[in-house]
């Protein structure tokens, strides 16, 4: 891995709320280029390198594994993005497998896009990354994510994308969806929280945590200061 320093001013914490108003954890995010960052942007674009997208997948386990203190000591997860081509390098890199199994708060949030998600794949890489971290999904309601995905699949939470919850905010449908999802995982994320009338759209389903812009992001320093 590259070396990477605790004022590593090239990533965020995105805070993870529980319903109760705790921090069920994080979201580790990089920077774009103009120096901001967006929860719902794009996991990578299309044409970055697989190489950069790896260097900065190291880059983000080494920062998880440098702030290991804080995270124990609270009990809190951190989540980290993936697509298949850094999954494919997980798998095939003994070490990367190592790191992962040796800190447990870490979580690979799988890419919505993954191409195992199609109908009739066995998943191969899916089932090897379970088995040295555990799963979240990210961004249900886009791409290939289905129920039937879920039910057959063990992923730890459930994330539902900025545009489904906007899309259906409000609804006895989207009430369902959450209740249709539970069985099947710890529990259910919303992206995409913005205000608070966003959060009483939500009152009375049976999610576990948030996530969105209304909540500040932490750098580096400020992640230690208030937790450490």
């Known amino acids: 891995m590259r070396t990477v320093k605790r004022s590593d001013s090239r990533y965020l914490f995105e805070p993870i709320v529980t319903v109760s108003g705790g921090i069920l954890g994080f979201e580790l995010v990089k920077k774009s280029k103009n120096n901001e960052y967006s929860l719902e942007s794009p996991l990578h674009r299309s044409d970055e390198p697989a190489k950069e997208k790896i260097k900065d997948f190291f880059d983000q386990v080494t920062l998880a594994s440098i702030n290991a203190d ?7 997860l951190l989540s980290i993005r993936i697509d298949y081509e850094i999954a494919c390098h997980i798998v095939n890199n003994a070490a ?21 998600f199609s109908t009739g794949e066995a998943r191969p890489v899916l ?7 555990p799963l979240w999904l990210d961004s249900f309601g886009e791409g290939s994510t289905s129920l039937a995905l879920v039910m057959n699949e063990k992923f730890e939470h459930i994330k539902i994308s900025k545009q489904f919850f906007w899309q259906h905010q409000g609804t ?17 994320i919303i992206g995409g929280i913005e205000s608070a009338r966003h959060i009483e759209y939500l009152k009375g389903s049976n999610i576990q ?15 230690i200061r208030s937790f450490f």
């Open 70 to 76: 804080v995270f124990i000591n609270n009990g809190f």
């Open 96 to 116: 990367m497998r190592k790191v992962l199994q040796q800190h447990s708060y870490i979580r690979l949030a799988v890419s919505e896009y993954f191409p195992e």
């Open 127 to 133: 089932h090897a990354l379970s088995r040295d971290c």
């Open 172 to 188: 006895i449908s989207f009430r369902k969806i959450i209740e249709h999802l539970l069985p099947y995982s710890h529990g259910v």
């Open 209 to 223: 945590a948030m996530q969105g812009q209304l909540w500040t992001p932490y750098n580096q320093e400020e992640l």
